[in-house]
């Protein structure tokens, strides 16, 4: 199956460019509470040459990699462990602040992989600080789980339907993912159990006690932005100089998020529309309308015999929309869709779940199904995700019917039983925390800045708005976003709660 993400990973734009339970207390100020390890100083870490991997190069120049340990359950430290991997480049300057640590999002996303393309961005903020990824517990190289093989993966793609209309396509669509949570436990074994946010927040704090530093600096996007507010609940007096950019609302539960999400994509589409001179409510139909054609007679492709189906072209036109710069790449798919031809619509949605032409496919998706079911305990019915569809539907003739049903699909059957109905990211006392919001952002949409802000707490969520399209903000091209956030990091100086970037 395949899903519009909830929390989007960063690695979606590289794409572009080819195609609760909280789990322990909130006030933990010691270096050794026998869940985070003790103090380190970085020697522990045996930072060498970086190895090529998943068919990608190995990072030349600065780079630098490492495994660090870490309990695979930390209620027993002392237990088995597992390796997460990590990147580095040290920091240019004399003027040295210390480590940077990011997340660009997912669930799923591989740090190793996205921190040396995304170093570039972050230029500036390099001249003081190392910049420091990792590959998240069940993530690529730290015990990477991969749920179905690529022959598997393609088959359902041309056999799941993600909007059933029949018994038949209902069955098909629930069958598949029962399996689906069968495979991936198969394939992740104990695993499975120790992968929520919660125990790779407190890996996060492992990470920050092994590079020496005091306090955790952290630049988290998308889903990124949950286990920055997830770390700042349980660490408050760890949080250093931290940025949410793109940011997952905390309040919302698995439907609220499918809602929220229904709402972003559709604001981006209406404002795509906008964009090509089109009336947006005519032209969500006219899109309708077509995806609806797809289902009943998927469009030929110039791909090996492939077929676009429903759901690829729905996955196809979810893509550009993360970026204003691909929004013409949407319309010549579109244009080529609406005369017969699927092969670019079909071409984006390979981007977007990560097939290559030779027709492998990553594991971020597996990934992120194992991490997000882990986390939710919200397991909608399909009676109940049936009744919801005309709310759906409503919001969005696109994308309504197909987050919908996946209020119920996501995670039905699951094997593991999941934590929470919302994440607690409450911090009080930690230090000031810069929320950014993009009022056009699709998958994140700018609502939930202002709720994060104020679940962190008073005088803790400081929000920065911008005024632009696309998923996240900094680096996107605006220079007030830019110069807010690295005045903050690089000096400290945090921005007015409520400045606006236009």
């Known amino acids: 199956m395949t899903r519009i993400t909830r929390w989007a990973a960063l690695t979606v734009a590289a794409a572009l460019l080819t195609a609760g339970c909280s789990g322990g207390p909130s006030g933990d100020d010691g270096e050794n509470d026998g869940r985070s390890g003790s103090k380190g100083d970085g020697t522990a870490l045996d930072w060498g040459r970086c190895k090529a991997s998943g068919g990608a190069p190995a990072p030349g120049g600065d780079w630098q990699c490492a495994t660090l340990r ?3 359950d930390w209620s027993e430290p002392d237990g088995a462990t597992i390796g997460l991997a990590l990147i580095r480049a040290k920091a240019t300057g004399d003027d040295r602040l210390g480590s940077l640590l990011f997340n660009f999002g997912g669930p799923g996303g591989s740090g ?4 040396p393309s995304y170093a570039g961005t972050v230029a500036e903020l390099r001249e003081r600080y190392d910049l420091v990824s990792w590959d998240p517990r069940g993530v690529a190289a730290s015990e990477g789980v991969r749920c179905r093989s690529d022959r598997e993966i393609q088959a359902a793609e041309s056999s799941v339907d993600g909007t059933p209309d029949t018994p038949a396509e209902e069955r098909t669509y629930f069958e598949d993912a029962a399996d689906f949570g069968k495979d991936c436990q198969k394939a992740a074994g104990k695993l499975m159990a120790h992968v929520s946010t919660t125990d790779t927040a407190r890996d996060m704090d492992r990470i920050r006690q092994v590079l020496g530093d005091d306090r955790l600096n952290y630049f988290g996007i998308s889903y990124g932005t949950e286990l920055g507010g997830v770390y700042a609940h349980l660490f408050p007096k760890k949080v250093g100089r931290m940025t949410l950019d793109a940011v997952v609302d905390p309040s919302a539960d698995t439907v609220g998020h499918a809602k929220n999400q229904t709402r972003g994509f559709q604001l981006a589409l209406d404002n795509y529309l906008k964009s090509t001179g089109r009336d947006p409510e005519q032209g969500t139909r006219e899109i309708a309308d077509l995806l609806e ?5 998927p469009l030929p492709t110039s791909s090996s015999g492939r077929k676009l189906t429903q759901t690829l072209a729905l996955t196809g036109i979810v893509l550009p929309l993360y970026s204003q710069a691909s929004w013409p790449a949407l319309t010549s798919a579109l244009r080529a869709a609406e005369e017969g031809d699927g092969s670019k619509l079909l071409a984006l949605a390979d981007g977007y779940n990560d097939r290559d032409a030779s027709g492998r496919y990553g594991a971020t998706t597996h990934s992120q199904r194992v991490i997000s079911c882990l986390d939710d305990r919200q397991r ?10 005309p709310e759906f539907e409503e919001i969005s003739p696109v994308f309504g019917a197909f987050l919908g049903w996946d209020t119920a699909g996501w995670c039905h059957d699951w094997p593991v039983p999941g934590q929470h109905d919302t994440p607690e990211v409450s911090a009080p006392g930690a230090a000031p925390i810069l ?3 993009n009022t056009g952002d699709p998958a994140t949409p700018y609502e939930g800045a ?3 802000a104020d679940e962190l707490g008073e005088d803790v969520g400081v929000v920065l708005t911008w005024k632009g399209e696309g998923h996240g903000a900094y680096g996107s091209g605006s220079d007030c976003v830019d110069s807010a956030v690295n005045a903050y990091l690089l000096d400290g100086t945090v921005p007015e709660d409520g400045k606006v970037c236009s």
Not at 293 to 297: G, K, N, Q, V
Not at 380 to 389: E, V
């Open 70 to 72: 870490v309990p695979l």
């Open 112 to 115: 190793v992989s996205m921190m």
């Open 293 to 297: 054609r797809i289902d009943a007679e």
């Open 380 to 389: 909608p019915t399909a009676a109940q995700a049936k009744k919801l569809l």
């Open 435 to 437: 929320v950014i919001g």
């Open 450 to 452: 202002r709720r994060m």
